[in-house]
């Protein structure tokens, strides 16, 4: 989403850390560069206005002015205002600690309001919740179709009363259904229009009464920049939201709308859709996402995919296999597939200190088919060749690369690639034991090793 404005704010910040003195004159001219990056990229323009009188008081400043190093202290607080431009602290959603909690999710039709209740859903039941999506929009047609397949696909069970009743009605039918039936979190999918309108805002006030809602929560589409500022202001005059969920930020957003709404609107960004799967939705930290637009990288959402993509029974297992050099393919293979379930390989690269910003990087492509090639040559092998690869000869390649449909040759290269991954694993767990985070500093130990997809 921020790739462009990224990009130029890195390189405006560059020149002042060369620097070994700073003067007015170059801070003012690094601020003229900061605020047409800002612009550019549709941030409202009294928030750019207020950024950049912030930044330029504090860089004036006689800390940043006699320091030893001025323009990493000026990284620092360009770093600080933009965390402060964006709500300072991640804003987690509220329950009702004694009764159902009601999420009311609102917004304009389009902004995929339906998915991204899906993917709340998914993730509040992964927690532990057990929730019920109601089908509330009446109106655009398919729509309560579209939320009981997405319904079925997160495996959570989906109230409607078709398109003939009043979505207040269904409301509050829908809140009798899950006292009745054991539901401590009830999600209603309210209805949007492809623009503003009296009728829209008028029934949606009227469920917020019925409801009483714990949390209003706006989707907004970050593709339309400053117009889903607009929209936030209107929807916040009508419903006092408490919330916002960014969507479609995968897409060639320009990043106004983040940078924005916490300002205009005094309401946090809560979650941000970050792709078309059910899993894709993330809690909003200010302080990670200002880290990534500057290329300072972000560790800790690293470490949180890792754990939800890997198996702690198996990775104990792994770290036992690896002290007595017992690391097979097979283990190999199930490596890769839970590497993959963190995500794709690009987004994650963004996410690395040193390697966030990069321009030999910035336009990497990972092929995931090559990840399929690799799967299918392991899986074209026989258990006992998996468990021992150096077994694997001349005509046994030459099977496996028939079996798996690719060539003698990709065979050889997953082989040295394996040996060349089982020598790193055993120099990580050499430096210490995988359960504990301490062992982050020896990403720099990689050396040429490449990923095989």
Known sequence: MFENLSEKLQNTLQKLRGKGKLTEKDIEAAMKEVKMSLLEADV????????????????????????LTPGQQVVKIVHEELVKLMGEAESKLKFDPNNITYFMMCGLQGAGKTTATGKLAKKLKKDGKRPLLVAGDIYRPAAIKQLQVVGESVGVPVFEMGDKVSPVTIAKEAMKYALKHGNDVVIIDTAGR????????????????????????????????????????????????????????????????????????????????????????????????????LGMGDVLSIIEKAQNAFDEKQAVELEKKLRTNDFNLEDFLSQLQQMKNMGPLEDLLEMIPGVAG????????????????????????????????????????????????????KVN???????????????????????????????????????PF
Do not use: C
Request: charged share 30%.
């Open 44 to 67: 409202n323009y009294k928030v750019v206005k207020l950024f950049i009188n912030n930044v330029k008081e504090r860089s004036l400043g006689h800390d940043v002015m006699d320091s």
């Open 358 to 409: 990069n321009k030999k990087l910035k336009d990497i492509k990972v092929d995931e088919n090559q990840l399929k090639h690799t799967e299918a040559i392991i899986q074209s092998m026989t258990k006992k060749e998996r468990m021992n690869p150096n077994i694997i000869n001349g005509a046994r390649r030459k099977r496996i690369a028939a079996g798996s449909g690719t060539s003698v040759q």
């Open 413 to 451: 290269q997953l082989l040295k690639q394996y040996d060349e991954m089982k020598k790193m694993m055993k120099k990580f767990s050499s430096m210490g034991k995988m359960g504990k985070k301490k062992g982050l500093g020896g990403l720099g130990g990689l050396g040429n090793f490449k990923m």
């Open 194 to 293: 492809l623009h503003i309108d009296e009728e829209l805002m008028d029934e949606l006030v009227q469920i917020k009464e019925t409801v009483k809602p714990t949390e209003t929560l706006l989707l907004l589409d970050a593709m339309t920049g400053q117009d889903a500022v607009k929209v936030a202001e209107t929807f916040n005059k009508y419903l006092e939201i408490s919330g916002v969920i960014l969507t479609k930020i995968d897409g060639d957003a320009r990043g106004g709308a983040a940078l924005s709404i916490r300002n205009v609107v005094d309401k946090p960004i809560k979650f941000v859709s970050t792709g078309e799967k059910l899993d894709q939705l993330e809690p909003f930290y200010p302080d990670r996402m200002a880290s990534r637009i």
